[in-house]
């Protein structure tokens, strides 16, 4: 043995697996879409990020708290403006409270949901004027004025799905020209280390969905008629979803201080009463809450693209298990197991195919040996051999088998909300890294293992490298991957075992 038997392997395995950690788990920039040429006036005119408001009379400010099924919010007087949004959820038998939205500092005026700014001067202290509920809806009505213009703020919230529309009123005073912004932050949760804010939109009504991350949208970047317009992080999005009225004309994004993203949408000028009608999806990214809303922000969804159906099968059968097992981190040990049931055909092939493999090796050897002298008979022999046995290429198929499963799989379990804050033995948030690496350990003995049942050195090589390598990158994986990692593992080994013990294979 040389030290190149030990290199190149390890050096392999090792690029292999950071390079799929950067394509399948690392950030990605998506779509970013610039004006290099004004074509319109629309475009030559500047952002207009600032809000000016006037208080002319400091009160109180009023609370409207409204309750649905799927979470609470809170309104405020103050800028007629969401100020707290939560979203009720079911995990481990008790029920959750996620916020997205929380009550802004007094002097931090911008910081609402959802408050209009005007060019010159927008109020900031409105009245309710009017609550009603009907059996899907409740609405409040915020009066508010300024020296340029009254404006009426309708908010209508749905009980049963994650929607809100907002009907906007702007009546000129005089001869005044305004044009009215409306303002909303991106979903923040404190308990998220990494924030990872992006911003979702859909250009010209067309069918595809780009996001750029926080830090590389550029100052002038803007966007002209977007029929959707929002902002996420990992699992909740605020977006405008329809504009039916055409409110929006153009719309670009702030970063408040270091952290908070803003999404501005900017409505036409007008010297005359106008009224639009916008809708906001104000939810998790999940699929069904999504597609009751607008199907379009399905693709959102970390686990869309390539690899959705796979994703989406396999999310369906792990909330199948929840629903019975009331516990994500039995559901992904049910699932794993029965994915190792189904491949077990696969895994038999691989099986023999290491003893077929290892075979031709030890026959590619002897023929070498053979006709070490006579390079013309020594190739016409290996021709032969490979004709009658082939390259011994099956033990290769169980991984070809799992590589579409593992990608699904790590997708649901990365990224879906279903996994954050799901507890499972000593671990807290299936969502979040194993705290005490047991799992990434458990990955490299499991691995380590099923290298005893190689063939030869050269077998056992790259696979060892594999389990170190391997081992040492699923520590920043979620639990719930490395949970699945693991036990896959661990059932390797075990199924080996069986299968020499039953004499399946040699």
Sequence with gaps: MNIKDLFFPFLLTVSTVLLINYFFFGKKDVGQYQFTAPQTAVECVPLNRNL????????????????????????????????RLEFERQMDHKTQFISTIFPPDQDEKEDRAF????????????????????????????????????????????????????????DPKGDNVVQARLFYPAPIMPALKEQNQTAGDLIYGADTFKKLYRDSIKPDTFWLNPSLFGTENKYFMHSLVKDADGFAQRAYYKIVGQKQLLAIVEGPATNSEMEWT?????????????????????????????????????????????????NYGWAIVILTLLIKLVLIPFSLRGERGMKERTETQKKLQYIKQKYKHDSQARTQAEMEHMKKHGLGLGSCLPMFAQVPIFFGLSRVLSSSIEMYGASFLWMKDLS????????????????????ATAGSTQQRLPMIAMGIGFGAVSASFSAGLVLYLALSGALNVVQTRLFKLFRLVG
């Excluded at 004025?145 to 809100?164: E, L």
């Excluded at 979040?432 to 290298?451: E, F, K, N």
């Design 278 to 326: 916008l809708s906001f999806y104000l939810g998790p990214k999940e699929g069904k809450a999504m597609s009751a809303v607008d199907q379009r922000l399905e693709k959102a969804l970390d686990y869309s693209g390539f690899w959705a159906p796979i994703s989406r099968l396999l999310l369906l059968i792990l909330n199948w298990l929840f629903d019975y097992l009331h």
């Design 432 to 451: 979040a890294p194993d705290p005490y690496y047991i799992l990434p350990v458990i990955v490299v003995i499991g691995m380590l293992g099923s290298t």
């Design 52 to 83: 000016n408001f006037v208080d002319t009379k400091r009160v109180a400010s009023k609370i409207e708290t409204v309750e649905t099924s799927w979470g609470n919010l809170e309104f405020s007087t103050n800028g007629a403006a969401l100020t």
């Design 115 to 170: 408050v209009v700014g005007l060019n010159e001067q927008a109020p900031y202290v409105y009245r309710l004027s009017d609550r009603r509920e009907t059996d899907d809806t409740i609405e409040l009505e915020f009066e508010g004025s300024s020296d340029q213009a009254r404006i009426k703020k309708t908010f209508v919230i749905y009980k049963h799905i994650h929607q809100m529309d907002l009907k906007l009123s702007i």
